[in-house]
C-alpha cells in the first residue's frame, strides 16, 4: 500500500462555547448601537423637516419675484394631502405639511390653478413636530412680507418621541423677509449654526 502523505486531523471550526461568546458580545454590541441609531434617524427626519420648511418658504418668496405677484407659503395640518389642500385650506401653526399658492383674497377662495407646490410631512420626517409663531407667510412682489410681524417669527422643528441628544432646529423669517435656519442648542455666536 502507498503512503500518500495524507494524515487526518481533528476537524476545525468553533465550539458551542465559542459561538455562544460570540453571540453574547454581537448581542451586547447591539444593545448599544441601537438607541444611538434611532437618534440619529429622529435627528436626521427633523433637519429635513427644517429643511423642507427653510425651501418652501424659500420657493414661495422666489416665485413671488417672478411672477411678480404675491404668493403665500402656508403650514397645513397633518393628514391633509397638500395637493388638494390647496383648495380652502387654512394654515395651522403645528402644520408638518406645506403648501406654496398664489395669495387670493378672501383667504380659502384659492382654486386648483393657484396651486404651486406641497409637500407632506410624511416624505422623510414622519416622527417630526412643528411649533411656528405663524403658519402663513404672503410674500410680496418684492420678495418682503405682505403684512410683515413685529418681530422674527420662529418655526420649531423638534420631535414628540423622547430620547437623549433631542435635537430642535429653527427656521427663523424676519419682519423683512429674509429665511435662515439654525440650531437653537447652539450657544456659541461664533458657532454658523447659532440662532441670532
Not at 419682519?175 to 440650531?183: A, K, S, T
Request: charged share 10%; hydrophobic share 40%; with cysteine.
Amino acid at each position: 500500500m502507498l503512503n500518500t502523505g495524507i494524515y487526518r486531523h481533528g476537524q476545525r471550526g468553533f465550539t458551542l462555547v465559542e459561538l455562544m461568546i460570540a453571540v453574547a458580545v454581537v448581542g451586547i454590541l447591539l444593545t448599544q448601537a441601537v438607541p444611538s441609531f434611532s437618534a440619529w434617524i429622529q435627528n436626521a427626519q427633523i433637519r429635513n423637516s427644517a429643511e423642507a420648511i427653510l425651501n418652501g418658504l424659500q420657493l414661495a418668496r422666489a416665485q413671488a419675484v417672478q411672477r411678480n405677484t404675491s404668493v403665500e407659503f402656508a403650514l397645513v395640518a397633518a393628514g391633509t394631502d397638500p395637493v388638494a389642500a390647496n383648495v380652502g385650506a387654512t394654515a395651522s401653526v403645528s402644520g408638518t405639511n406645506w403648501i406654496v399658492r398664489n395669495y387670493v383674497q378672501p383667504p380659502g377662495a384659492n382654486i386648483a390653478a393657484d396651486f404651486i407646490q406641497g409637500r407632506s410631512g410624511q416624505e422623510g420626517s414622519k416622527n417630526a413636530t412643528v411649533a411656528a409663531g405663524q403658519g402663513s407667510f404672503v410674500f410680496t412682489s418684492l420678495g418682503r412680507l405682505l403684512n410683515p410681524p413685529a418681530a422674527n417669527v420662529n418655526i420649531d422643528v423638534g420631535s414628540g418621541n423622547t430620547y437623549t441628544n433631542k435635537r430642535t432646529m429653527r427656521v427663523i423669517v424676519s419682519p423683512g423677509g429674509q429665511i435662515l435656519m439654525c440650531d437653537p442648542n447652539k450657544v456659541d455666536p461664533s458657532n454658523p449654526q447659532f440662532c441670532p
